[in-house]
Every structure is written in C-alpha cells, then in structure tokens.
C-alpha cells in the first residue's frame, strides 16, 4: 500500500521557517513526480509546488522566493523548505505524488493525510 506521510508542521511567528517532510513507502520518489498542496478553511485546495521526475519545480506565485521543494532520494523523502511565512500560509499541508508533472499539479495520484502550519502575527 503506498504511503505518504508528512511531518513538521506546527505554530510559528511570522518571518519564520518551517520544513516540511513526505516520508514514502511503496513508491520510489525518484520516479514520480512530487508536489505539495494546501487548504486553508472555507478555501479551494491549491497547489503550492511541484518537482517532475527530472526536478523541474514550479510554484506558486504567492510562494514563489519563499518556499523550496527539494527530494532526497536516497531517503524517499520530499520536503518543503518554508521561509518568511506570512498569516496568510496558514493551512493543512499535504504531499502528492503522480506519474507525471502535469498529472501531479491537476490529479495526483496518491496523497498523504496532511500536516497543519499555523502561522501567527
């Protein structure tokens, strides 16, 4: 069964950073395509950033300069490197993974139970 599990949310004060973690099982991260994604309450989900296969990231123009997606295959593990976070960055956190960057940023195919990121003024 293929599990994404991510960890390292919590509370922090504006201007700070937190990492987020996706540990996989079952799924070599290597070979997929890897993203995180957010929701806030009452908020359409929305896609922050993505990694292809052969590491070409995007994001989000509201993170763009502020958060870094990276993949360290050798741990199966994809992180989310949050810097300057701001109020409004406040959500659930969650790990995607698909067959191809387009798949991963519209319909991925696995998806990890989430980790909330409070942040505070």
């Known amino acids: 069964q293929v599990q994404l599990v991510e960890s390292g949310g919590g509370l922090v004060q504006a201007g700070g950073s937190l990492r987020l973690s996706c540990a996989a099982s079952r799924i070599f991260v290597g070979s997929y395509a890897m993203a995180w994604y957010r929701q806030a309450p009452g908020k359409q989900r929305e896609l922050v950033a993505s990694t292809t296969i052969t590491g070409i990231t995007d994001y989000a123009d509201s993170v763009k300069g502020r958060f870094t997606i990276s993949r360290d295959s050798a741990k199966n593990t994809v992180y989310l490197q949050m810097n300057s976070l701001q109020p409004e960055d406040t959500a659930g956190y969650y790990c995607?993974?698909?067959?191809?960057?387009?798949?991963?940023?519209?319909?991925?195919?696995?998806w990890g139970q989430g980790t909330q990121v409070t942040v505070s003024s």
């Open positions: 995607a993974a698909a067959v191809s960057g387009a798949v991963v940023r519209t319909r991925p195919s696995y």
